[in-house]
């Protein structure tokens, strides 16, 4: 029998558990100002260093680094205004500083769910359990869906070896929408169950949550609800009164939002994800559909999701755009995209200049949601800006570098993408964080515009429905820790002469 020593500092790849990742954030996590002072540090010791190698790299590129982070120039945009339900006490909201709650709003358009069953496959008692049901039922029913009261089954206790067993079970008796409680590391079954085999939309809760729960948990909860089952929770302001940016003043618009995942290093044979999303609600652009396709290994074009054909109504049906203009062209004349390149992971980190300044931060002492910066480390020739549109929590945030490139000025080094829209700086950089605080799943602006967000969620479930291997908890780290770019597509149409679907 040999026996193997693993050397210590490897990477490890495969999922963490709770406890794990706990301790990682708690070894990683720095306040801003720590951050910049350990960079900083770092920085002065590489320089004040004499030895050959830094030689090497002053005598061969001519290079020289400064001790002190650049100052650049910024500016922070405003939070845009959403509008909620009429029949609420408060019918719109400014988030502050990329947050606000559900407190005396109502859901745009709640959703309906009249059938549904519950499955518990945790440890929680059923006092707890059906406590916990009844506060959900009011609350979703309190922000403007239509909850049923009571379940068309008998709430289910069941042990995590029968997970695959009891959802069907349920849904061959009343072909109802599940809401799961689930015990941790079970969510991908039950996804791929449901989503899958059964066709059914379903709700994943931890136990840990159900055991502590409180008015805003429920309420976060019931947005993600009301998603799923067709409703909208916010709109914004903007797009009601056709003030946002292009995409409100001229013809109706339909967004795209891609993401192309490849195997992780040492992986030569599993294929590349490809998954698209595109809005069907112009000019409130809230709803998303999906589709996700496999493709060949490290395939970055996405393929097999554009189609072009004649419907006996003559109306063009379009997919995903492949070729850019070709593609466009086909459809029908008149298409204006806008294609812009979303690098969702980069090295550049944006601190404030004082930090004993509080009016130039966030509570964490980040810089501000909305914060914008277009100059001196963007460059002159692209149309290139940082945006951060989130809060940050605990640690520092990043600036999210969008790029578009314009058709009209072509680069032999840069794929050619387009803008006949003609944006103007400002009006990308509005669009983009407005967008940011459209996000169903929470009511927090987030770091990337939700339809590359949403691109990779689907992504996600489809790693979950067994295709392509196991999430980690840092969003699915296993396929996606080469990816670095996502795109959103503005295109307008005429809706009387065609309509786009995917």
Known sequence: ??????????????????????????????RPRDRENNITQMIREKTNNRDDKESLIRREFGLQVREEMALVKARVLPSPLLKYHDSGREKSIYPQMG????????????????VWAFVNFSRVSQDITFEFLGSLVDVCNSKGMEFSAQPLLPVQFSHPGQIERDPKQCCHAAKCSLKFDYADLIAGK???????????????????????????YLENLALKINVKVGGRNTVLNDAIYNKMPVVTHRLPTIIFGADVTHPAAGDDSSPSIAAVVASTDWPEVTNYRAIVSAQHHRDEIIEDLYKSHKSEKGLVHGGMIRLGVLACASLEEGYMPTFVVVQKRHHTRLFPADHSNRGQMDRSGNIQPGTVVDTEICLPTEFEFYLNSHAGIQI???????????????????????DENRFTADGLQVLTNNLCYKYARCTRSVSIVPPAYYAHLVKV??????CTGSPSPFGDQRRCECVCVSIYIYIYTDPIQSEASL
């Open 190 to 216: 039950i996804k791929r169950t449901c989503e899958t085999e059964l066709g059914i939309v379903s709700q994943c809760l931890e136990p840990q949550k159900i055991k502590r729960w409180n008015t805003q």
């Open 396 to 418: 520092l945030v990043c600036g999210l570098l969008t790029k578009s490139w314009f058709w009209n000025e072509p680069s032999s080094t840069l794929p050619c993408f387009v």
């Open 461 to 466: 479930l489809y790693n979950w429905q067994g």
């Open 1 to 30: 029998m040999e026996l193997c020593s693993i050397v210590a500092g490897q990477r490890y790849t495969k999922k963490l558990n709770k406890k794990q990742v706990t301790n990682l954030l708690k070894a990683t996590c720095q």
């Open 99 to 114: 947050q606000w709650n559900m407190t005396n709003k109502k859901m745009v358009n709640g959703g309906r769910l009249q």
